[in-house]
Nanobody, 124 residues
Framework: QVQLVESGGGLVQAGASLRLSCVAS????????MGWFRQAPGKEREFVAA????????YSADAVKGRFTISVDNANSTVYLQMNSLKSEDAAVYYC?????????????????WGQGTQVTVSS
């Protein structure tokens, strides 16, 4: 089994930054890809960013390109999402996910494991 625990969410003003963390445990992660998704009230869960475990390949949603950066710390089995220039529309519960295999995925149904989520609230 794989356990994913997110942290770093909170309440910030528009224009501020946050860094989300996702610590993975339970199995070795040399062949996993990781992703971040988010879900706002009344909306479907949507893709934000994904990364191969060694960090060589990344993908980001158009809505966050240039503002959000996904990265990985293999030594600590942690994936980060650096979020800059936050907007009110970025407010959501952010979920970390893992998928077996090295290629980052963009679709939530492709992921095998999920964290419990961390809330991000942006005040305007």
């Amino acid at each position: 089994q794989v356990q994913l625990v997110e942290s770093g969410g909170g309440l910030v003003q528009a224009g501020a930054s946050l860094r989300l963390s996702c610590v993975a445990s339970g199995r070795t992660f040399s062949s996993y890809a990781m992703g971040w998704f988010r879900q706002a009230p009344g909306k479907e869960r949507e893709f934000v960013a994904a990364i191969s475990w060694r960090g060589k390949t990344t993908y980001s949603a158009d809505a966050v390109k240039g503002r959000f950066t996904i990265s990985v710390d293999n030594a600590n089995s942690t994936v980060y999402l650096q979020m800059n220039s936050l907007k009110s529309e970025d407010a959501a519960v952010y979920y970390c996910a893992a998928v077996i295999g090295g290629i980052p995925r963009l679709e939530l149904y492709e992921y095998d494991y999920w964290g419990q989520g961390t809330q991000v609230t942006v005040s305007s």
